[in-house]
């Protein structure tokens, strides 16, 4: 069983919305940190924003801060990222993974045990 699948993406033109999902088994949804990462062509996957699920802090990176939003449904082990205001350079793939306590940094890629496959997102100018 993949422990995290992604759906949502697609093509988009600029200044427009979409909402990403990852749906994981119980065990990992819970774990300590859900995150959403995001590869470019040609560049390396990058850090997108994270959200704690225990307090359900979020964070996000700056080139997304105020139009993407992270949020999660407990009752459907479903995590969410919603982007506005799409932007051509917001093109990729996006990545759901999960963590485990006891990182200091959630925006690099080494704490994170479980990946998802990916969705593609394109935005048109």
């Known amino acids: 069983q993949v422990p995290l699948v992604e759906s949502g993406g697609g093509l988009a033109q600029a200044g427009g919305s979409l909402v990403l999902s990852c749906v994981a088994s119980?065990?990992?949804?819970?774990?300590?940190?859900m995150g959403w990462f995001r590869q470019a062509p040609d560049k390396e996957r990058s850090f997108v924003g994270t959200?704690?699920?225990?307090?359900?802090?979020?964070t996000y990176t700056d080139s997304v801060k105020g139009r993407f939003t992270i949020s999660r449904d407990g009752n459907k082990n479903t995590l969410y990222l919603r982007m506005n205001s799409l932007k051509p350079e917001d093109t990729a793939v996006y990545f759901c993974?999960?963590?485990?306590?006891?990182?200091?940094?959630?925006?690099?890629?080494?704490?994170?045990?479980?990946w998802g496959r990916g969705t593609q997102v394109t935005v048109s100018s």
């Open positions: 993974a999960a963590a485990r306590s006891g990182y200091n940094n959630y925006a690099q890629e080494y704490p994170y045990n479980y």
């Open positions: 119980e065990e990992v949804f819970n774990s300590y940190i």
């Open positions: 959200i704690n699920s225990r307090d359900f802090s979020t």
